[in-house]
């Protein structure tokens, strides 16, 4: 133990030292999610001045976040845009989007790309042994950890928070941990966690989750997207019985579903009796329950997005969200009117995955309408706005739900997917939908 523990206090430091040893240009790299070293770009800048340029690699920033990324010299590479890189490409026009999927990350590392100049990434404390538990995420930091830990390029840094909930994990998946061994440097912290608030949900999320709450059945396995919706269908399931989770994201509503007592795992070819997902993100609540709960684990996103992997589910069931779609049946969940509005993330990977397991389905979701102040709008259009670019495409598409039913679209011709698909528009488009559909070329 004092092995470690010597090492440990070799290693440590603080943000402020760290920042002011780093050298212009600069390239980060983060955690994600509530891994996300806010502390270090906020360290960034009041202490980086000397850092004429910069180049920050986050994904799904909260709009407040992060004042040195509107300054000068300072450009913001992401997968996933957020409220602040929307921002930023209204203002600065500073953001570099890569469209990339979540299982991707991996791939990426595996080709030996060359590292950041730093990894920054939250953890929890280091034990007696010399480990740090990975805490809320586990989606590509044990591989970025792995892959960079003995590159002299890349300086690995973990800010051990002593308020992160100690979160399972499966051995042989590398176990959800770091070792003392494998980092340059420590920076002790004790700040709370970043919390995802809970969403209030909307009559449309109300009535989209009916829909989908009639399409899951006893035993089917779980996958749930962002949102309110998500834990308003986790709140009609807890009637349902024998069911398994596995998910990107465990959040506030898988939470409340599996202290129902309708999910018990028990279906599951692998890890039977575990709720298995890549990060959590949600309240203190959700926190305080993941501490060190055995009946929860995190794995890096391989393990868990992989279409082959969500493949071997028993009846896995994907719901997700989507923006637009258009009478061929086209989906588009990271584009809004020609332009991105977020990212891939593993929205193709689970739609995909889930249809090759046994008994399997892909759900999506959609309001039928947006209200603007220029008036109302139709989601569902006779073709996507140009520039948009489509997440689900045609011959994939599965199950798409609106306020106003589900349409199960795989299988169908286009002339019947168009007519299903109006008959879950909004009423006051359905007329000029079939105008529409009438016209256009097969």
């Given at each position: 133990?004092?092995?470690?523990?010597?090492?440990?206090?070799?290693?440590?430091?603080?943000?402020?030292?760290?920042?002011?040893?780093?050298?212009?240009?600069?390239?980060?790299?983060?955690?994600?999610?509530?891994?996300?070293?806010?502390?270090?770009?906020?360290?960034?800048?009041?202490?980086?001045?000397?850092?004429?340029?910069?180049?920050?690699?986050?994904?799904?920033?909260?709009?407040?976040?992060?004042?040195?990324?509107?300054?000068?010299?300072?450009?913001?590479?992401?997968?996933?845009?957020?409220?602040?890189?929307?921002?930023?490409?209204?203002?600065?026009?500073?953001?570099?989007?890569?469209?990339?999927?979540?299982?991707?990350?991996?791939?990426?590392?595996?080709?030996?790309?060359?590292?950041?100049?730093?990894?920054?990434?939250?953890?929890?404390?280091?034990?007696?042994?010399?480990?740090?538990?990975?805490?809320?995420?586990?989606?590509?930091?044990?591989?970025?950890?792995?892959?960079?830990?003995?590159?002299?390029?890349?300086?690995?840094?973990?800010?051990?928070?002593?308020?992160?909930?100690?979160?399972?994990?499966?051995e042989e998946y590398g176990g959800h941990r770091f070792h003392i061994s494998q980092i340059d440097h420590v920076i002790e912290s004790n700040e709370p966690v970043i919390e995802l608030p809970r969403q209030e949900a909307s009559a449309s999320d109300v009535e989209m989750a009916k829909h989908v709450t009639d399409l899951i059945e006893d035993g089917a396995t779980l996958q749930f997207g962002f949102g309110a919706l998500p834990d308003v269908v986790a709140d009609n399931l807890k009637s349902r019985k024998n069911l398994s989770i596995h998910t990107e994201m465990v959040g506030d509503g898988c939470m409340e579903l599996i202290k129902s007592g309708a999910v018990t795992n028990a279906n599951k070819p692998e890890h039977k009796g575990i709720t298995l997902a890549a990060f959590a993100w949600g309240t203190k609540d959700l926190y305080d329950w993941l501490e060190r709960n055995e009946e929860v684990r995190l794995a890096p996103v391989m393990n868990v997005n992989f279409p082959p992997v969500l493949a071997r589910q028993h009846k896995m069931t994907s719901i997700n969200s989507i923006l637009q779609l258009d009478l061929r049946g086209q989906a588009t969940a990271h584009c809004l009117n020609g332009k991105t509005y977020s990212g891939l993330g593993g929205h193709f990977e689970h739609t995909f995955g889930a249809q090759l397991s046994p008994g399997g389905k892909s759900i999506l979701c959609l309001r039928s309408c947006a209200d603007l102040p220029s008036g109302r709008v139709s989601n569902i259009l006779p073709r996507l706005p140009e520039g948009t670019a489509v997440t689900t495409p045609e011959f994939i598409i599965d199950w798409v739900v609106t306020e106003y039913g589900a349409a199960h679209l795989k299988w169908l011709s286009l002339k019947d997917r168009m007519k299903a698909i109006i008959e879950i528009a909004h009423p006051d488009f359905r007329e000029e939908l079939e105008r529409d559909a009438a016209s256009l070329p097969l």
């Open positions: 133990m004092s092995n470690v523990r010597d090492e440990y206090e070799q290693k440590k430091t603080t943000y402020e030292a760290l920042v002011k040893s780093l050298k212009s240009p600069l390239s980060v790299g983060t955690g994600n999610a509530p891994a996300k070293a806010h502390n270090f770009f906020y360290a960034l800048g009041d202490h980086g001045d000397h850092i004429e340029e910069m180049t920050l690699a986050v994904t799904n920033t909260f709009e407040d976040e992060y004042p040195i990324a509107f300054r000068d010299g300072v450009q913001i590479r992401t997968a996933f845009l957020g409220a602040l890189e929307r921002k930023l490409l209204k203002s600065h026009g500073n953001v570099e989007y890569r469209p990339t999927s979540f299982c991707d990350g991996k791939r990426f590392l595996d080709m030996n790309q060359p590292g950041p100049d730093i990894f920054v990434t939250v953890c929890g404390p280091m034990n007696d042994e010399g480990y740090f538990n990975m805490g809320l995420s586990a989606s590509l930091e044990y591989d970025f950890v792995s892959r960079f830990e003995n590159e002299d390029g890349t300086k690995i840094v973990l800010e051990a928070n002593s308020r992160m909930p100690h979160i399972m994990g499966i």
